[in-house]
């Protein structure tokens, strides 16, 4: 069964500590990207990865980081640094071949921090 | 900066009616246009891509028309169904078409 997998569905922590979000994916797509989602916002992009060992920021990046050691893996971290961390929080992946743009989305991950 | 815009007002039509979203550009030329279904508490799934150079665009009951004069995509759903209720995105690819850039989505109800 092919997809991507997010866990835990939801997640609490408290205020000033960090939290790991897991995202993994079986397709065999070389990109990853990781958005956040809020009430009454679009999805915003924080930060993807097109190959192994190789990331960028999006456009909010601050507060967190990422990691692509492997192909099928990109965990995003939200540090104590992020100011309002609270959100829906998806990945997705895509073929990243530039002949197919679909991006394909994990179930997403809900953070709480109080 | 890029910018999409969707209307963010729920749209309520009847069963068997045809549903039409639309979805506005501003500030740049988006080679590519993306439409997602997300249901509540889900990640969207994606459903067509549209090319600049292609009017229009059909999967089933569902339409896209990218007009790049008006700046905008229509997105229609045929015969629509109870079950189509969901939150349609527009999107767009930039960056080289590394990235996508969403617009908030139109919440759309579809009546018994």
């Known amino acids: 069964d092919g997809g991507i997998t997010q866990s835990p569905k939801y997640l609490f922590r408290k205020e000033g500590q960090n939290v790991t979000l897991s995202c993994e994916q079986n397709l065999n797509h070389d990109a990853m990207y990781w958005y956040r989602q809020d009430p009454g916002q679009g999805l915003r992009l924080i930060y993807y990865?097109?190959?192994?060992?190789?990331?960028q920021k999006g456009d909010i990046a601050e507060g967190y980081s990422v990691s692509r050691e492997k192909k099928e893996s990109f965990p995003l971290t939200v540090t104590s640094a992020q100011k309002n961390p609270t959100a829906f929080y998806l990945c997705?992946?895509?073929?990243?071949?530039?002949?197919?743009?679909?991006?394909?989305f994990g179930p997403g991950t809900r953070l709480t921090v109080t | 900066s890029q910018k999409i815009e969707q209307n963010s007002e729920a749209l309520n039509i009847q069963e068997g009616k045809t549903a039409t979203l639309t979805c506005n550009y501003t500030n740049y030329s988006p080679a590519y246009l993306q439409w997602y279904r997300q249901d509540p508490g889900r990640g969207p799934v994606f459903l067509l891509l549209i090319r600049e150079n292609e009017k229009e665009k059909r999967k089933e009951r569902l339409k896209v028309t990218f007009d790049t004069t008006l700046k905008q995509s229509l997105f229609h759903i045929t015969a629509s169904q109870p079950a189509d209720s969901a939150t349609y995105l527009c999107?767009?690819?930039?960056?080289?078409?590394?990235?996508?850039?969403f617009g908030i989505g139109t919440k759309l109800q579809v009546i018994p």
């Open positions: 997705a992946s895509s073929p990243g071949d530039r002949t197919s743009y679909e991006q394909y």
């Open positions: 990865s097109q190959i192994v060992n190789d990331f």
């Open positions: 999107a767009s690819l930039y960056g080289g078409y590394q990235k996508v850039t």
